[in-house]
């Protein structure tokens, strides 16, 4: 008899996700539905959810030897960057957000750089992980991202390493930490501080300037799954102390299919661009909002 296709899904799944504790494998049951419900209220109130022990200990300790090995293909890249990754704009106030830039100093693994074979991308391209997600961010379905260095992502920060107050190019973003520093790389955000109507610079550059009081800040530990809307949030790492690197996946999904990042992204982040990059440079895009990113 052959498997059919949900049984092979939560096999692939047995053994990487707590299933006993966040039931992936029966969404429709009392419990997957309490599970949803509570993912969904803790989203709509702040942005972000935080699923902590998603993956086992004994799990871990495989996505951390797995990333481990990765982490050596990471591009490294310093640079001074605003939260929107743009140039800045020289007919604005030197204290406006546009022209507040700060040290970029982190790795990226590019998606092509992670097999079919790896368990991290066994779990992104799982039927049942990505229902999920949709459910959660209230979507009947979602797609892998189609940008082929952007889709699944290992971040990897040193010592003295940070990533400065940004916004994500997509609307929600999927992170699994994997390996946690000795100390720093805490993760803060603002919840919804901008909307597809607008930037509300005013407020982003109240948070730069150190006001804390719409802030929450998360010390993530590995295993530990985060679903944030980080297109919408203005969210930043701080600096990591220590020698022991900060490993954090990420499952990048859209609401749409078809979804690549601007090639200037690309090259700012990966060192480098895709042909569908280059292809698109030539082109030109559109994007579904007027947000700067």
């Given at each position: 008899?052959?498997a059919?296709?949900?049984?092979t899904s939560t096999h692939?799944l047995s053994g990487?996700?707590?299933l006993?504790?966040?039931p992936?494998?029966?969404?429709d049951?009392?419990?997957g539905q309490?599970?949803?419900a509570?993912?969904?209220?803790?989203l709509?109130?702040?942005?972000?959810?935080?699923?902590?022990r998603?993956?086992p200990d004994?799990a871990v300790?495989r996505?951390e030897?797995?990333?481990e090995r990765l982490s050596?293909?990471?591009?490294?890249n310093?640079?001074?960057?605003?939260p929107y990754?743009s140039?800045g704009?020289?007919?604005r106030?030197a204290?406006h957000p546009v022209?507040r830039?700060d040290?970029?100093?982190?790795?990226?693994v590019?998606?092509?750089?992670?097999d079919?074979?790896?368990?991290i991308r066994?779990v992104?391209?799982?039927p049942?992980f990505q229902?999920?997600i949709?459910?959660v961010?209230?979507?009947e379905?979602?797609?892998?991202y189609?940008?082929?260095?952007?889709?699944?992502v290992?971040?990897?920060?040193?010592?003295g390493?940070?990533?400065?107050?940004?916004?994500?190019?997509n609307e929600f973003?999927?992170?699994?930490?994997?390996r946690?520093?000795e100390g720093?790389?805490?993760f803060e955000y603002?919840p919804?501080?901008r909307?597809?109507?607008g930037?509300?610079?005013?407020?982003?550059?109240?948070v730069?300037d150190?006001?804390r009081?719409?802030?929450?800040?998360?010390a993530?530990r590995?295993?530990?799954?985060q679903?944030?809307?980080?297109?919408y949030?203005l969210?930043?790492?701080?600096?990591?102390e220590g020698?022991r690197?900060?490993?954090?996946v990420?499952?990048?999904?859209?609401?749409?299919?078809g979804?690549?990042?601007?090639?200037?992204?690309?090259q700012?982040?990966?060192?480098?661009?895709?042909?569908i990059h280059e292809?698109?440079?030539?082109e030109?895009?559109?994007r579904?909002?007027?947000?700067?990113?």
């Amino acid at each position: 008899m052959h498997a059919t296709a949900t049984e092979t899904s939560t096999h692939a799944l047995s053994g990487l996700i707590d299933l006993a504790r966040y039931p992936l494998d029966d969404l429709d049951g009392e419990a997957g539905q309490a599970l949803l419900a509570q993912c969904r209220r803790q989203l709509a109130d702040d942005g972000c959810v935080v699923l902590e022990r998603f993956v086992p200990d004994e799990a871990v300790a495989r996505l951390e030897r797995e990333t481990e090995r990765l982490s050596p293909e990471a591009h490294y890249n310093q640079t001074e960057t605003n939260p929107y990754n743009s140039a800045g704009d020289p007919n604005r106030p030197a204290g406006h957000p546009v022209n507040r830039f700060d040290d970029r100093t982190n790795g990226f693994v590019a998606g092509d750089r992670i097999d079919d074979d790896t368990l991290i991308r066994q779990v992104y391209a799982n039927p049942d992980f990505q229902r999920f997600i949709a459910a959660v961010v209230g979507m009947e379905t979602i797609h892998p991202y189609a940008d082929p260095l952007a889709d699944l992502v290992v971040n990897v920060l040193r010592d003295g390493c940070q990533h400065p107050w940004h916004y994500d190019t997509n609307e929600f973003i999927v992170t699994l930490m994997t390996r946690q520093p000795e100390g720093g790389g805490l993760f803060e955000y603002v919840p919804g501080i901008r909307s597809p109507e607008g930037e509300n610079f005013d407020a982003v550059k109240e948070v730069i300037d150190g006001d804390r009081s719409q802030l929450t800040s998360l010390a993530l530990r590995p295993g530990d799954l985060q679903i944030f809307f980080g297109r919408y949030s203005l969210h930043r790492v701080t600096p990591v102390e220590g020698p022991r690197e900060r490993h954090t996946v990420i499952f990048a999904y859209a609401k749409e299919p078809g979804f690549v990042g601007r090639p200037e992204r690309a090259q700012r982040i990966f060192g480098r661009m895709a042909p569908i990059h280059e292809r698109l440079l030539e082109e030109g895009m559109d994007r579904s909002d007027s947000l700067a990113d």
